[in-house]
């Protein structure tokens, strides 16, 4: 069985600070690892993944995580937040096939402070 | 990337009646569909997984009875909620499984549900 966990359901920083969003994963088998991002109303985004190859993956919008098997996590990280990253952001994983499910976080909401 | 789209944005309906909410994969083939329900300032629940040409298979807990899923062909899938009542008021969103990429899911927009 496959989970993740985001530590924070909410997270506020000051505009132009580090972005740090915790999510650490259980998997029996070689995980892949995705971050996506919700604005109000809308669907889901990709931001992100991490399919065994380079630990550290860059994604859209300035964004990157590292994947380190060693903590089980996959941190998402942006070194200096704008005011247009406000949104809530779910972790996910899943493993590769061709029906396998994706199993999400329960989200953390990032809040920007001008 | 991948382009998935979902019909009707928003829909209000009364109590009783049935909604049909669409979900297409535009510029691929999928042969896996997900819905997934997300109530006010939650996560996605996996409702249902949505396989072509065969019944979809259900998450625990989920009436198949209540949300029926068809899967007829390889871009469209979809989720009719029977006889809803205002209980089933959410935000459904459907995602479908790029199979030529590495297993991403791109998703749709998402359907309000209202029912009065």
């Known amino acids: 069985a496959q989970s993740v966990t985001q530590l924070g359901s909410h997270v506020s920083v000051s505009e132009g600070a580090l972005v740090l969003l915790r999510c650490n994963y259980s998997?029996?088998?070689?995980?892949?690892l995705f971050w996506y991002v919700q604005y109000p109303n809308q669907g889901l985004q990709l931001l992100l993944k991490?399919?065994?190859?380079?630990?550290l993956v860059k994604g859209i919008n300035g964004f990157e995580a590292e994947f380190k098997k060693s903590e089980t996590s996959f941190h998402l990280t942006k070194p200096s937040a704008h005011m247009s990253d406000a949104a809530e952001y779910f972790c996910?994983?899943?493993?590769?096939?061709?029906?396998?499910?994706?199993?999400f976080g329960s989200g953390t909401r990032l809040s920007i402070r001008p | 990337g991948a382009v998935v789209s979902q019909h009707p944005s928003w829909v209000i309906c009364k109590s009783g009646t049935s909604v049909k909410i669409e979900c297409r994969s535009l510029?691929?083939?999928?042969?896996?569909m997900f819905w997934y329900r997300q109530f006010p300032k939650q996560s996605l629940m996996l409702m249902a997984t949505?396989?072509?040409?065969?019944?979809?298979?259900?998450e625990q807990g989920v009436e198949k009875d209540k949300f029926l899923i068809n899967h007829a062909s390889l871009t469209l899938s979809t989720l009719t909620v029977t006889s809803a009542h205002p209980e089933d008021s959410s935000f459904y969103i459907c995602?479908?499984?790029?199979?030529?990429?590495?297993?991403?899911?791109?998703f749709g927009e998402g359907s309000r549900l209202t029912v009065l």
């Open positions: 998997s029996s088998v070689p995980p892949y």
């Open positions: 996910a994983v899943s493993t590769y096939s061709s029906a396998s499910k994706i199993i």
């Open positions: 991490y399919t065994s190859a380079a630990t």
């Open positions: 510029d691929f083939q999928a042969t896996t």
């Open positions: 995602s479908a499984r790029n199979t030529q990429g590495a297993g991403e899911l791109f």
């Open positions: 949505s396989n072509e040409g065969s019944k979809a298979t259900y």
